[in-house]
């Protein structure tokens, strides 16, 4: 498993989200005000929601002074409730390999190993390309992994 570059990561978070000012998470999440995001998005309970909070968690995770694990977690669990809420959401998919390789590199080689994180990054990864088959992004995270 090779590592996916902050770049990409940068991409990740910032990609699929809307510009529109009018979605309450994603105000709180340009602004910097994560917790606020993840409160929000939450309970909005759209994909589009759970996903602004999933990038919330996931900034908040990267910003302190050493990575926040269970920020992850809380990530992870919500960029799969994303999928479950809108399973044709590439983006979704993409955002939960991208929370998941972090995880990863965090918990080392062979926890991940155990945890089966290849195989199920590979299937997101492969479900992104089906429902886009076209998309930069997951192209890039293809070649990444």
């Known amino acids: 498993m090779r590592r996916i570059s902050a770049a990409l990561i940068f991409g990740l978070m910032v990609a699929g ?13 340009t602004e910097g005000r994560y917790s606020e995001a993840i409160s929000v998005g939450e309970a909005e309970g759209s994909s589009t929601g759970f ?9 908040d995770a ?6 926040c694990l269970e920020c992850l977690s809380h990530a992870e669990e919500l960029a799969r409730m994303a999928i479950s809420a ?5 983006d ?6 991208a929370v998941l390789g972090r995880r990863a590199r965090l918990i080392g080689f062979f926890a991940s190993q155990r945890e089966g994180v290849a195989s199920q990054t590979d299937e997101a990864i492969s479900k992104a390309l089906m429902l886009e088959p076209g998309s930069a992004f997951a192209l890039a995270v293809r070649g990444a992994w």
């Open 86 to 90: 809108d399973p044709e959401n590439a």
């Open 92 to 97: 979704a998919y993409l955002l939960f390999v």
């Open 17 to 29: 989200v809307p510009a529109n000012s009018a979605i309450p998470a994603q105000e709180h999440y």
């Open 62 to 67: 990267e910003l302190r002074e050493t990575p």
């Open 51 to 59: 996903m602004v909070a999933a990038r919330a968690a996931f900034a």
